[in-house]
C-alpha cells in the first residue's frame, strides 16, 4: 500500500534527528502511541532517522542543525479530528484538540515527506469535510468475501476470527487517509454472522474494536433485522411487538456491556430477500427507530442502507421502474427518523453501475440524517482485472448540485445544508491477498476514497498524483504516466462496456463480462428494451417518471433528449438507433465507435504502462501488466460480443466497416 | 417404481396356489435365488398367493383346481439371456440358457400379472435385441449427481459407499427392464472417484458388483485416463509410454484380482477438458487400445465416448462446426480398435437437445464396436419438472436407416448390420427421492429405456400402456389419458423450448429455463447466429459440410431446406424468417405459433392429469400436479422470452397479435 516508506530524496527534507516533544497529549493513550510509533517508523524509513536520533526533549531548547523539532500539542480551540500544522524550516507544531486530530497531523507530515514536499511548507489547518468516513466490508464469516476480488477475508475463516496482525495493518492503512469507522461483515447477515452480537463472538469482536479504537476508528457489525428469529427469540421481527423491541433491548445491552466501544450497527433490510419491517407492514422508519431507540444510550448509531426495491420483478412489466425504488420508498418518511439513525444511500439509483445519474433521494429530505455510499470494491467496474480509478466518479457525486441553489451532495452529506448529521461509506476491496487489493493500481481507489472524504475539493488528479508518489515513484514521467492511465481509465471502462447511461449488459451472478441479454428477462428490474429499431427505457414524464423524482433544474434536463447529458442519454430515454448524437453521429455508430476506441484505450494504456518497466518495482510492473492483458481479452469481448448483438439485432453496419 | 405388486383383479388370473419347479438350475444362485424371490413377492403380492402356497413339488403331478405349475427348467438351446415361455391354462413353463434369461422370462410373467393380461397367453420366444444394455450414472463420490434432478446419489456420499439396501432395490428395477450392465460414477472422474480403483474402495466396489451380479448386470467404473498422474504413478498418460502401460498393468490386475466380476471401464477422454490420448499426440483407438489389451485378459470392456470436440471456440469462428466434431475425430480410426473396445456415441452430434438429426457416425465406422448413448436424464429435456417422455426421441435414433439400404442404428447396435459388437447405453435419472426419479411420471423413462433395449421394435405406445397399468392404474381412462400425456409430450416441449432443431438457447449451467443468446457468445460451439434477417447455421455442403458427412440419401436430403425435415430445418439450415414453410406460414410466424401452441399444450395435459383426481393414488396426482405448475410457469416463461426475443430482433409481429 502507501505506507511502505521507502527511503526519500534527503535534498528535500534533510533531517538527521528528530526532538519530539507532546503537550497536553500522554504517550500512554492508544491512538498517541500509535502516532508515535508511526513518526518513528516514517523518519526512520524515508529519512533514515533511527530510533536513537529521536529525542523527547523535556524542555524547548532550539535543537541543533538538520534536527526537526516537532512539537506536538493539544488546543481545544480546533474542531474534532481536525488539526493545524505551523511550520518554519527546522520546526513543526502539530496542534489538535483530539487524539484522532494528532495521528491524522502525523500522517500529514509523513506524506509530505513521501511526496518529497517540504516541510517547511506545512502551515495549514485541516479538518474533515465530511464526520462520518467509512468503510463497508462485505465479508463473510467463512472467510469469502461477497464482490470480493483480492482474495478471501482477513477478518473471518471457518467462522471464527482470524489473527489481528493483518487487522492492525489495515486499520493504519483506513487511519491514513482518515477512515474513522468501519463494518466488517457482509450486510446479507445470514448463518454464523447472525451470532457476532453474542457472547461466542465478545472477545473476538472486543478486541478488534480495540485495535481499530487505537487509530480512531469506530467498529460497526452489520445487523440481522430478523437476528430474533435466529437466535431463539421471539418468532417475529415486527419493530412494533413488544416481544421483539424487549428481546432486542437485553441482546443490545449484552452486546455493549462487553464491546462498550461499538459504534453501531449496519442494515439491509427488505432488500433482496433480506428480511425488513415490510414484512410486518412497517415503514423502514419504523424498523430503524426501533433499534436506534435501543442503542441511543450506549451512543450507537444505526445506519439503514436505502438499497430497497422490488428484486423479482416481471421482466413483461414495463411500468415497474427499480429507478424510482429508493425515492419512492424513503420520501414519505422523511422527518420520521430519530437523530442517531442515518440513511445510506448508494450513488446511483440502480447499483454500482459505471455511469448512473445521481440517486434522486440524495438531499431530497431535508430532516433526515445521510450517508453517500460508493463501492470501492469493482463489483460492475472490473474486478480489480480491469483499471478503473473511480474518484472521479464519487467527486461527481459529491459535487452534483441538488437543486436550483449551491448545495452539492457533499454539503448534505456534511450536515451543512440541512444542518443534519451525514456521512460517506464505500464497500472496500481488500483482501487477504499480498497486495491487498488484486490490482496494485486498484489501491489508489481505497487511497483516494479516504482522501476524497477528508477533502471533499480535492481534484482527483491531486489525489492521484499523491498515491503515484507514495507507492510506484516521484519521477515525474511515471506520476504523468500513471496519472493519465488511472484519470481515463473509467471513460475507457464506460467506452468498451456500456456508455451512455445503459448500464447492465454483463454476466449475471459474475457481474464481469458482456452478456448483453443477461439481465434483460431476468427479475432485477434492469432492462435496456433494445429492439430492431430502438433502446433504452423512457424514465421521463412520458415514461417511468423516474426524472420527475428531481429537483429542478435536473428534472427538466433530464426530460429532454437535447438537454440531457449524453453520457446519461440512455438512462433517461428510449431512442432510435438512428438518433443523432452532438457529435453528428447516430446513436447506434456512435455506440459501436465507443466500443472501438474502448480498446484501442485499453492498448494505449498497455503501451503506457509497458513503456514503465524499468522505472518501477519489477514485481508491481509484472503483476499489473498480466492484470493489463486479462483486460485487454475483456475489453474485446466487450466490443465484439456488443457490437455483433446490436449489428444482428439492427442490421446496420458499423460505418467504418469493423 | 413399477414392481410395488400391489393386489390385481383375480379375474384375469385367478391363481390361489403356486407349485414350482426347478430343472438344471440351482436354487442357490444368487440369480436363481433373487428370481425366486421375485415370483413370491409378485404372486403375494398381486395374486395373494402366500408363501405357504408356494409349493415346489418333487414329482410334475396335476396340480388342483387353481393351482398354477410353473416348470422352470434350463435349455441350452436358446441363446444366452433369452427365455421361451409355454402356457396352458393352469401350467407355465419358463425355458432359460442361463440364470439371467430364468430372472428376465420370472419378470415377463410378473408383468404379465401386473398388467392383468393372462397367464395363458404366454406362449413366446423373447431375446434381447441389443446385448449390452447399459445404465451409465453421473453419480459423485461426494453424493453429488451431475445432471441430476431426484435428489443425491444412492451410491456414494462424502467420499463413501453408502449402505446397498437401495442399490438393491436399484438393481431388481434395472434387471426387470433388461438392464445387464451399470457404470455407477460419473464419467467426469475427479478427485476420490480416481480412487475407486485402489484399495481404498475395494471391498466396496466388489460387494456392489456382487449385488448388481444377482440380477445379471456386470458393474462398470469410469476411469480416468489421466490416474497415473493422480495416483502416485508417473507423470504422464501416454498410451504409448512403456511406464505408463506398466503403470495400468499393475493396477487392472490388481483391481481385477479384488473385483473379478468388474465388466470394465467406461472412459470420456479428450473431453470438456478431461485429459486424453490427444494431449500425447495420440490417436483415441491408441488410448483405447492400450486399456482394452490389458483388461482384456480378466474379460474386461473398454467403453470410450466419441463425446470429443472443441470446447474452447471462439464464437466469432464461423468455420469449426461442432456437430461435426464426433465423425471427424473418429472416422479415420475406424478398424483401428481392439474387440473389447466399444465406442460409445451420442443420438445426436451436439448433445442431448430436444431435436438433433442422428449422429451421423452411428453405422460409419464398419469395423467398430458401437453403442448408441442416450439421456434418460432429463438435462435439456426439463430436469424431471416438465414432463419429457422420451422414448420417441430413442425409437427415432434405432429406426434411423443408415443408408440407402434396410441398415438401421438398432441393426448397428445390435451387431447385425457388421457383425460387430454393439450395445445401447442411457444416462440414468434416478437418486435418492422417494419416489426414485422427481417427478414419478419420469420412470416412465426409465422403464422405457431398459423394455426398449430388450425389444427395439416395442412401440412408444405399447411400453408407455405398460408402464402405466404397472403402476398407475389398469382403468382404461387413465391408461389413455397418461398416454396421451406421456406420448405427446416430447412434442409439447420442443414446441414451447426450441423447434426446427434450433436447439440451445437455454440458461447456461443449469439448463432448465430460457436464454435465447445464453450460448450465444461462449465458447461451446452452439450458436443460433440469429440476426434481424435469418437464424440457423448452413451445415450444408455450402456451409460447414456437415450434412456431407451422413451417407445418401440422407445428405441430399438434409443438403435442400425443401426435402430437409421441418423439425430438422434449423439444425441444417441458415433461413430468412419470411422463409415458407409447408404450411403457408412464414418461419417466424410458426416459430412464435409454435411457442403459443406448446403453453396451451401444457395446458391441455394439465387439465388431462386434473381429471384423474381420485383414479390414481392421490400422493402421486398431488407432487406430479406440483411440476405441472412448474411445467407451466417454464413454458410460459420460454414462449415469452424466445417470442419477445425474435420480435425485438426482427421487428416483424406476430400476425395473431399475440
Known amino acids: 500500500m502507501w505506507l511502505e516508506y521507502e527511503p526519500r530524496s534527503s535534498g528535500v527534507n534533510c533531517v538527521k534527528s528528530l526532538y519530539l516533544s507532546l503537550k497536553g497529549f500522554t504517550k500512554e493513550h492508544p491512538i498517541v502511541a500509535n502516532a508515535l510509533t508511526e513518526l518513528e517508523r516514517g523518519f526512520a524509513g524515508m529519512l533514515a532517522v533511527t530510533k536513537e536520533n529521536i529525542i523527547y526533549p523535556l524542555d524547548e531548547a532550539k535543537p541543533p542543525a538538520e534536527t526537526l523539532a516537532l512539537r ?31 495521528l491524522y497531523g502525523v500522517f500529514h507530515i509523513l506524506r509530505q515527506i513521501a511526496i ?25 464469516l467463512d472467510g469469502s468475501i461477497e464482490r470480493g476480488y483480492s482474495g478471501r477475508s482477513f477478518f473471518f475463516a471457518q467462522n471464527k476470527v482470524l489473527p489481528y496482525e493483518r487487522m492492525t495493518d489495515y486499520a493504519r492503512f483506513a487511519a491514513s487517509v482518515g477512515i474513522n ?23 473476538e469482536v472486543r478486541q478488534i474494536a480495540a485495535i481499530f479504537a487505537a487509530y480512531g476508528i469506530r467498529l460497526f457489525l452489520s445487523l440481522n433485522f430478523a437476528a430474533s428469529l435466529e437466535l431463539g427469540g421471539p418468532q417475529s421481527a415486527d419493530p412494533f411487538a413488544e ?28 432488500s433482496e430477500g433480506r428480511p425488513g419491517p415490510f414484512t410486518y407492514g412497517r415503514t423502514q422508519a419504523d424498523g430503524a427507530n426501533m433499534l436506534a431507540k435501543i442503542v441511543a444510550p450506549y451512543g450507537g448509531l444505526i445506519i439503514w442502507r436505502c438499497f430497497v426495491y422490488n428484486c423479482t420483478q416481471d421482466w413483461r412489466d414495463y411500468q415497474t421502474d427499480r429507478a424510482r425504488a429508493g425515492y419512492d420508498n424513503f420520501i414519505t418518511t422523511d422527518g420520521d427518523y430519530l437523530d442517531n439513525v442515518f440513511l445510506q444511500i448508494k450513488n446511483g439509483p440502480m447499483d454500482f453501475q459505471i455511469r448512473e445519474p445521481i440517486s434522486p433521494l440524495l438531499g431530497a429530505m431535508e430532516k433526515t440524517n445521510q450517508i453517500l455510499e460508493v463501492q470501492i470494491a469493482q463489483e460492475y467496474t472490473g474486478h480489480q482485472i480491469d483499471v478503473c480509478y473511480l474518484v472521479p466518479m464519487w467527486k461527481e457525486a459529491l459535487d452534483f448540485v441538488i437543486g436550483a441553489g449551491n448545495d452539492k451532495v457533499s454539503d448534505v452529506v456534511s450536515g451543512k445544508t440541512y444542518a443534519n448529521r451525514g456521512g460517506i461509506a464505500a464497500v472496500a476491496n481488500t483482501g487477504d491477498d499480498a497486495n491487498w487489493t488484486g490490482n496494485d493500481l486498484a489501491a489508489a481507489n481505497f487511497y483516494g476514497f479516504g482522501r476524497l472524504s477528508w477533502s471533499v475539493n480535492l481534484t482527483a488528479a491531486d489525489i492521484v498524483g499523491e498515491w503515484i508518489m507514495m507507492t510506484l515513484s516521484r519521477d515525474e514521467q511515471v506520476i504523468n504516466a500513471v496519472s493519465d492511465i488511472l484519470l481515463h481509465s473509467r ?53 417511468t417518471g423516474f426524472s420527475t423524482q428531481y429537483r429542478e433544474p435536473h428534472a427538466s434536463i433530464y426530460e429532454n433528449p437535447a438537454t440531457c447529458p449524453e453520457d446519461l442519454l440512455l438512462f433517461f430515454h428510449r431512442l432510435p438507433y438512428s438518433y443523432l448524437m452532438k457529435n453528428g453521429k447516430t446513436l447506434l455508430q456512435h455506440f459501436y465507435d465507443c466500443h472501438h476506441e474502448g480498446v484501442k484505450e485499453v492498448e494505449a494504456m498497455i503501451a503506457g504502462w509497458n513503456g514503465l518497466a524499468g522505472q518501477i518495482d519489477p ?35 458499423d460505418r467504418y466497416g469493423k
Chains 1, 2 share one sequence.
Open 491 to 543: 471513460l475507457t471502462y464506460e467506452k468498451y462496456t456500456t456508455p451512455l447511461g445503459i448500464g447492465w449488459m454483463v454476466s449475471p451472478h459474475s457481474h464481469y463480462g458482456p452478456s448483453v441479454d443477461g439481465y434483460e428477462y431476468s427479475r432485477w428490474g434492469t432492462y435496456h428494451r433494445a429492439d430492431y429499431l430502438a433502446i433504452g427505457v423512457d424514465r421521463t414524464s412520458k415514461g
Open 243 to 270: 416481544e421483539v423491541i424487549n428481546w432486542w433491548q437485553k441482546q443490545i445491552a449484552e452486546t455493549y456491556a462487553a464491546i462498550p466501544d461499538l459504534g453501531g450497527f449496519l442494515i439491509k433490510a427488505d
Open 619 to 653: 514485481a508491481i510492473h509484472t503483476r499489473v501488466a498480466e492484470r493489463f492483458a486479462r483486460q485487454l481479452d475483456n475489453a474485446i469481448e466487450w466490443r465484439d460480443q456488443v457490437n455483433t448483438y446490436f449489428y444482428r439485432k439492427s442490421g446496420i453496419e
Open 181 to 203: 469507522a468501519v463494518a466488517i461483515n457482509n450486510v446479507n447477515v445470514k448463518d454464523a454472522a447472525t451470532r457476532l452480537i453474542t457472547p461466542e463472538y465478545y472477545s
Open 72 to 102: 506536538l500539542e493539544r488546543d481545544t480551540e480546533i474542531s474534532a479530528e481536525g488539526y493545524q500544522l505551523t511550520a518554519d524550516e527546522y520546526s513543526l507544531s502539530l496542534r489538535a484538540a483530539d487524539e484522532s486530530g494528532l
Open 116 to 140: 518529497e514536499k517540504p516541510l517547511a511548507e506545512l502551515t495549514l489547518m485541516s479538518q474533515p469535510d465530511i464526520k462520518l468516513r467509512m468503510l463497508n466490508h462485505w465479508d463473510n
